[in-house]
């Protein structure tokens, strides 16, 4: 790949960043805002997205607040222990394990991830083990075992491709780019670094994307791609600035100054290594403090001040004899470890063996016992069958004559509840149809008297202003009317057929306030979209355009003069829930009852706007056949809430197309 490509590819990745600051840190604040009133008691079990989102906050300050990190971490394991979560009690270890690398402490980081697999391994998680063994993986890594490292994580990679877990995948790409860089295999490292980018931009997730940047230009600096190296470093800078990660910083200054060096910008090349040397030293960072310090030594050999260069190949020198001394610890206590779980697992298998040969000694006496019990039940099997049949053909005939009368009696009690259905439904379309036609009835006549007297100049400028005013507000409200009856009447007369596909509520939201901005404005009415971006649903979107078209228009027949309409969502296990609320009149009991009880009534707005009930019959109807649920909740002189729920995702949805 040219320089001009990859500089074209990377272009093309920009609009992943933009913004991904601010996204981090409201995301962050969103999820503390999710869990500070605890976890919701549930009759049926654990409140998982509690825990789950308490392990995504520990995830987000890596690198950034270990103290943090371990709060929530903590946290979330001490609610998963108390009630056997066990998803979330494997991924609160693997959190707990990550900080514990993130300050040094790798007795304890390997004993959490130790407790981590072995909780995934009895529920039967192999997602959660594979994670384990990435970080594993890694570990090795750091040690200078890439052979093992890179076999785990080809295994590892094989795992989430099954599952489908990008997230982990593209991690997975990342760190075999890493291990592919140190044998010095640099087209493999570069393949992997722009796959793991590919998936980043496909998930959108901008952490990440900083990071495999780093991948993609240390892979770019050793073809000989300088300009593209430096650029793609820059871009992981610009996220870990904003977010405020130390660690990410340190690394990339590092990296900054290396491709520096290489363009021969020693002035920039000083200033970046310098700047990492110091975060890397309050840090505490060993290892980018001897890599800084061979840049630093490197950079002056290069500008010819060989005093200054020996300097900092002596600090070089003295943290690389350190973390030797480190590297031998680490590998005494990694040998350490393998031999135990040896030992142990020789162990366990000895006693499987001594168990083994104690039940085949039981089975051996209890064989004889077993032969005898079965001749003498073999006997009574034989006398019960002689008796069985005596009595076999006058049972049979009766148990047959039982079976018809009882699905005789099904059937009548199945034919007597769909007539009373079915009158029921009858005189619940009659009663629409007769208010439908009195309604439709109104405006027609009203237009046609204005049309008759603008035929015959009867009207004053005045008088046809106020008339056209009123006209149009029946016309609007007719032409409502008819749309939500040609959905009725398609759905009732051909059947409703449903086309589910993903949905961007955000999106879907802001192309409908549009129709609704000039009547609104009229009324002074305040239209707001609170859905999170990205937030997405799996449901036809035809329908769900009427069911919010319909929730929308309703709550501005009840809105009055400065009153407000919102509209928010959250996902909610495998559901995701729309709400929207508005500030107006609300509804009487009376009136709630008959519209929950799925009846038609005439009601009138804050404007006298006409309203059947029809609209929301239709919402009811259409998220029920996508699978979902609708609710009113309202309370009046204070305003309605309007709720409907519609699946998540395909996997969580019960149509199949």
């Given at each position: 790949?040219?320089?001009?490509r990859?500089?074209?590819?990377l272009?093309?990745c920009?609009w992943?960043m933009t913004g991904?600051?601010t996204?981090?840190s409201a995301?962050?604040q969103k999820?503390?805002?999710m ?11 654990p409140?998982?997205?509690y825990?789950?989102?308490?392990n995504l906050?520990?995830?987000?300050y890596?690198?950034?607040n270990?103290d943090s990190a371990?709060?929530?971490?903590k946290?979330?394991l001490?609610y998963a ?5 066990g998803?979330?009690?494997a991924e609160s270890?693997?959190?707990i394990?990550n900080?514990?690398?993130m300050?040094?402490s ?5 004993s959490?991830y130790?407790r981590s ?6 529920i039967g ?9 990435v970080n ?5 890594r750091q040690?200078?075992e890439?052979?093992?490292a890179l076999?785990?994580?080809d295994n590892?990679?094989t ?9 982990q995948l593209a991690?997975v790409?990342?760190?075999l780019?890493d ?7 640099y087209?493999?490292a ?5 796959k793991s980018i ?11 994307f ?8 240390r892979?770019l600096?050793?073809?000989?791609l300088y ?10 800078m610009?996220?870990?600035?904003r977010?405020?990660d130390k660690l ?8 900054l ?10 002035s920039?090349a000083l ?5 990492g040397l ?7 960072r060993?290892?980018?403090i001897?890599d ?14 060989y005093?200054t260069a020996l300097r900092?190949f002596?600090?070089?020198?003295d ?13 005494s206590?990694?040998l350490e ?6 030992r142990k ?8 063996a001594k168990k ?5 000694h039981i ?6 016992q077993i032969?005898i ?5 073999l006997f009574?099997i034989m006398v019960a069958?002689l ?5 076999a053909?006058s049972?049979?005939s009766?148990?047959?004559?039982s ?6 009696e099904?059937q009548?009690?199945a034919?007597?509840h769909q007539?009373v259905?079915?009158?029921l ?5 009659d009663k629409?149809f007769?208010?439908?036609a009195?309604?439709l009835?109104g405006?027609?006549n009203?237009?046609?008297g204005v049309l008759?007297?603008?035929k015959?100049?009867?009207l004053?400028d005045?008088e046809?202003k ?5 006209l149009?507000?029946n ?8 749309g939500n009856?040609l959905?009725?009447?398609s759905s ?5 057929a449903v ?5 961007p509520l955000?999106?879907?939201v802001?192309?409908?306030?549009p129709?609704y901005?000039?009547?609104?404005g ?8 609170g859905?999170?971006?990205?937030l ?9 355009q009427v069911?919010l ?5 309703n709550a501005?027949?009840?809105c009055r003069s400065?009153?407000s ?5 959250r996902r909610s296990?495998d ?7 508005d500030t ?6 009376d009136?709630?009852?008959m519209i929950?009880r799925k009846e038609s009534i005439?009601t009138?707005?804050?404007?006298r706007?006409?309203?059947?009930g029809?609209?929301?019959l239709?919402?009811r109807?259409f998220t ?6 609708f609710?009113?909740d ?5 305003g309605s809430?309007?709720y409907f729920t519609i699946p998540?995702?395909a ?6 197309v």
């Amino acid at each position: 790949m040219s320089g001009l490509r990859i500089l074209v590819w990377l272009g093309s990745c920009l609009w992943l960043m933009t913004g991904a600051v601010t996204a981090q840190s409201a995301g962050v604040q969103k999820l503390r805002e999710m869990v500070k009133d605890g976890p919701i008691v549930q009759r049926n079990g654990p409140d998982t997205t509690y825990v789950n989102t308490l392990n995504l906050l520990a995830r987000s300050y890596y690198g950034v607040n270990a103290d943090s990190a371990f709060f929530f971490g903590k946290k979330a394991l001490q609610y998963a222990d108390s009630t056997g979560y066990g998803k979330g009690r494997a991924e609160s270890w693997r959190m707990i394990g990550n900080t514990y690398e993130m300050i040094g402490s790798y007795h304890e980081m390997l004993s959490a991830y130790r407790r981590s697999r072995l909780i995934a391994d009895s529920i039967g998680n192999a997602a959660q083990v594979a994670k384990v063994n990435v970080n594993i993986a890694l570990f090795y890594r750091q040690l200078g075992e890439y052979d093992e490292a890179l076999r785990q994580m080809d295994n590892d990679s094989t795992v989430y491709r099954d599952n489908g877990d990008s997230t982990q995948l593209a991690y997975v790409y990342s760190h075999l780019s890493d291990v592919n860089y140190h044998h010095h295999q640099y087209d493999k490292a570069l393949e992997y670094a722009q796959k793991s980018i590919e998936v980043a931009v496909a998930i959108k997730d901008s952490l990440a994307f900083a990071s495999f940047n780093n991948d993609l230009g240390r892979a770019l600096a050793a073809k000989g791609l300088y300009k593209e190296a430096m650029a793609s470093h820059l871009r992981s800078m610009d996220y870990y600035r904003r977010t405020d990660d130390k660690l990410g910083q340190t690394e990339t200054f590092n990296h900054l100054a290396h491709a520096s060096l290489l363009l021969k910008d020693h002035s920039s090349a000083l200033r970046y290594a310098f700047q990492g040397l110091d975060l890397a030293r309050r840090l505490h960072r060993k290892k980018d403090i001897m890599d800084l310090g061979q840049v630093l030594a490197e950079i002056y050999q290069a500008k010819g001040e060989y005093a200054t260069a020996l300097r900092y190949f002596q600090l070089y020198k003295d943290y690389s004899d350190s973390l030797f001394s480190e590297q031998i610890r680490k590998q005494s206590f990694s040998l350490e470890t393998r031999y135990e779980y040896e030992r142990k697992a020789d162990s366990i298998q000895q006693a499987v063996a001594k168990k083994e040969l104690i039940q085949r000694h039981i089975d051996r006496n209890h064989t004889l016992q077993i032969s005898i019990a079965i001749i003498f039940i073999l006997f009574l099997i034989m006398v019960a069958v002689l008796l069985q049949r005596s009595r076999a053909a006058s049972k049979k005939s009766n148990k047959a004559l039982s079976e018809k009368n009882k699905e005789i009696e099904l059937q009548k009690e199945a034919m007597e509840h769909q007539a009373v259905q079915l009158l029921l439904n009858n005189r619940q379309k009659d009663k629409l149809f007769s208010i439908i036609a009195h309604d439709l009835r109104g405006p027609l006549n009203s237009l046609k008297g204005v049309l008759d007297f603008l035929k015959e100049n009867r009207l004053s400028d005045a008088e046809i202003k106020s008339m056209l005013d009123e006209l149009r507000r029946n016309v609007d409200y007719s032409s409502e009317l008819v749309g939500n009856l040609l959905f009725w009447a398609s759905s009732q007369l051909s059947g409703v057929a449903v086309a589910p596909v993903c949905l961007p509520l955000h999106q879907l939201v802001d192309d409908i306030l549009p129709l609704y901005a000039k009547q609104s404005g009229e009324k002074g009415i305040l239209l707001r979209n609170g859905i999170d971006e990205a937030l997405t649903a799996y449901a036809d979107k035809d329908m769900i355009q009427v069911v919010l078209r319909n929730l929308i228009s309703n709550a501005i027949k009840f809105c009055r003069s400065g009153d407000s309409i919102s509209i928010t969502g959250r996902r909610s296990g495998d559901s995701v829930e729309v709400c929207v609320a508005d500030t107006g009149i609300g509804i009487k009991d009376d009136i709630l009852g008959m519209i929950r009880r799925k009846e038609s009534i005439t009601t009138y707005g804050t404007a006298r706007e006409k309203g059947t009930g029809l609209g929301m019959l239709l919402c009811r109807e259409f998220t029920e056949v996508n699978g979902g649920k609708f609710r009113i909740d309202s309370e009046w002189g204070k305003g309605s809430w309007f709720y409907f729920t519609i699946p998540a995702d395909a996997s969580s949805s019960s149509i199949k197309v």
